[in-house]
């Protein structure tokens, strides 16, 4: 087999479910994919850093041939459907995606199948180099990335429209509507290609439609997407952080060469704490960390499969000494772990105070007005109640912010009334404790 193109996707780097149902011609595709991604309907899957592959039983006595070029990527199935890609080769992919597909060896029908496909690439490559001269290695095709933001523009404008539509017709329809007004948006979105702006309209059916304020809430939601929609429109002329910023939020993907290719930060980084949420069958872990040295707060995603083990190699109260690759941006705060330089540590974490947290966190609202949540942790805490609010964590300047959390006998239980040190996610619904370090007993984990 000849040399493959450059991927966008490898074994270790499995594309997430957004970006592959962004693939999806039409919102018909999607459902059927996913009734088709079971484990069960499918033999002799496998991948490599080439292709994923697989048979796929039909209805009646058909079985389906599929593979997935992952460097375009390409699409082919024995099938009759004229979609592009068809149910088969999405619903692959999304196995793939969730993981049980096994590394090894392609077979026959594939190999032979990717060879074609790289020599016929080879001679486009030499018609067009002859033609135009080559394109620098590594870049990607111009009229694909162009078609990909034509949809994507497409798509966005849509909602732009929707969101005029929702807040000109007033929002009381939406008191009792059911979630499809807003999947059904979302699923446009999906087929537009702007998987992670779809992810923020279906959140749309979650604010609790009950109480003198959800009308409120609603609305800034709607707020925040039209700000989203605007900028989206006028990328050309935001700075290049901001820009970088918007396409990460509309759903525009970077591989894990781009981001090490980036902005690094080596520290002693404290691991804070972790959290785990399930939505669309993936299930996504959120590391939050703190740099020691520079103070800087970071976030590590993982994604997995339910049933599936997720990335565990950060645990909470480590210090690791380790270089950081951020994900570039207005306000960079996702980052990969790009190298480690010794065996994690613990050490006791350095926390600011409720005033520095604040003053951090409008900071970082005004570079990317976007955030709905940032790492905190905060030093020298104690908890009281404030009357009818609830409880709160209160510092040593008496400042105090309202904690959210279902179970605050445990924390008051680990402070035993003694100061100790939170950490968490912050947001303007309040703080949510993920871990606690008191001097005398250590670390907990809440």
Known sequence: MSARP???????????????????????SVKASGTLARPARWSGTGCDEDAVWGTCQGS????????????EPAFRCSCPSRKFPCKHALALLLLWSDGPVPEGAPPGWVTEWLTERRARAGRRVASDTAADGARPAGTRDPKTAERREQRVADGVAE?????????????????RAPYH????????????QAGALAGQVRRLASIPRRGADWPQRLLAEYALLRLLTTAFRRRAELPGPLAATVRARIGFTLTHEEVLAGERVRDLWYVAGSSDAEQD????????????????????????????AL????????????????????????????ARHAPPGRRAPRGTTVEELLREHAAALSRDPWLDRWPAVLAGLRLGR??????????PAGHALPLRTTDPWRLLAVSGGRPLTVAGEWSARGLVPLSA?????????L
């Open 311 to 338: 990335d565990a190699s950060l645990v909470v109260g480590d210090t690791v000494d380790a270089e950081l690759a951020f994900y570039p941006g207005a306000q960079p705060l996702r980052a990969i772990v790009a």
């Open 386 to 395: 404030a009357g009818d609010d609830g409880w709160h964590v209160i510092d």
């Open 437 to 445: 370090w008191q001097e005398e007993d250590g670390l907990v984990i």
């Open 159 to 175: 909602l732009d429209q929707w969101l005029r539509d929702q807040v000109a017709h007033g929002l009381a329809h939406a008191e």
């Open 181 to 192: 007004l807003w999947d059904d948006v979302a699923r446009r979105l999906v087929d537009a």
């Open 281 to 308: 069958r993936l299930i996504t872990r959120r590391v939050l960390l703190r740099g020691r040295d520079t103070g800087r707060s970071a976030l590590v995603l993982s994604f997995a499969a339910p049933g599936r």
């Open 60 to 71: 009646g006595k058909s079985a389906y041939r599929a593979s997935v070029d992952l460097s």
């Open 6 to 28: 450059d991927s966008f996707g490898c074994v270790s780097e499995r594309w997430g479910r957004d970006q592959v149902l962004g693939l999806a011609p039409d919102a018909p």
